[in-house]
């Protein structure tokens, strides 16, 4: 059965950094690209980049270059989210998804990141 | 960016009613279209994809048309269990762009 599982809920400071992570079983990790969708509270989806662990080619969408990096550690199926200078606005849900064959096809049960004073 | 745009917003429906949503994008993206299920405080569930194609254990009362730039859902007969936000998402080019979502609520 193919699971994304993703860490859990954080609370973090303005300023402060932050790596979540997403944990891919079932599946060859290597062989699919694993993506990060952002969801601030009551919006929709925005994607966010999407990296390919077999060779960690990674790719960003322009609202996110510069933002935020993404990357993986194959050894352990794991695939990361990371900010090195939170703000508030960066206050939303953050899943990762499987992409196969132009579709996310499978989900993680989302990161709630809170940034607050 | 391919901008998506869908309608409507929101819309009352009740169970055993046939409901439409329209999926529009700013060019055309071939087939190259998704369709996402949410429920609240839930992941994104994959429906449809290829524009058409319906995902393995998606009920058959799911379908989906289009090509190019106009597209449509439609559940043909509302279950409980369909009440949900529903999202289109086109993966002709990168970044791969949502529509708003439209949400489902009981009448």
């Known amino acids: 059965e193919v699971q994304l599982v993703q860490s859990g809920a954080e609370v973090k400071k303005p300023g402060e950094s932050l790596k979540i992570s997403c944990k891919g079983s079932?599946?060859?990790?290597?062989?699919?690209?694993i993506g990060w969708v952002r969801q601030m509270p009551g919006k929709g989806l925005e994607w966010m980049g999407i990296?390919?662990?077999?060779?960690?080619?990674?790719r960003y969408g322009p609202s996110f270059q510069g933002q935020v990096t993404i990357s993986a550690d194959k050894s352990i199926s794991t695939a990361y989210l990371q900010w090195s200078s939170l703000k508030a606005s960066d206050t939303a849900m953050y899943y990762c998804?499987?992409?196969?064959?132009?579709?996310?096809?499978?989900w993680g049960q989302g990161t709630l990141v809170t940034v607050s004073s | 960016d391919i901008q998506m745009t869908q309608s409507p917003s929101s819309l009352s429906a009740s169970v055993g009613d046939r409901v439409t949503i329209t999926c529009r994008a700013s060019?055309?993206?071939?087939?190259?279209l998704n369709w996402y299920q949410q429920k609240p405080g839930k992941a994104p569930k994959l429906l449809i994809y290829?524009?058409?194609s319906l995902q393995s254990g998606v009920p058959s009362r799911f379908s989906g048309s289009g090509s190019g730039t106009d597209f449509t859902l439609t559940i043909s007969s509302l279950q409980p269990e369909d009440f949900a936000t529903y999202y289109c998402?086109?993966?002709?080019?990168?970044?791969?762009?949502f529509g708003p979502g439209t949400k489902v609520d009981i009448k």
């Open positions: 998804a499987r992409h196969s064959n132009d579709v996310d096809d499978y």
């Open positions: 079932g599946y060859s990790f290597t062989s699919y690209w």
């Open positions: 990296i390919y662990p077999g060779d960690s080619d990674t």
């Open positions: 060019q055309s993206i071939s087939s190259y």
């Open positions: 290829a524009a058409s």
């Open positions: 998402q086109q993966s002709y080019s990168t970044p791969p762009t």
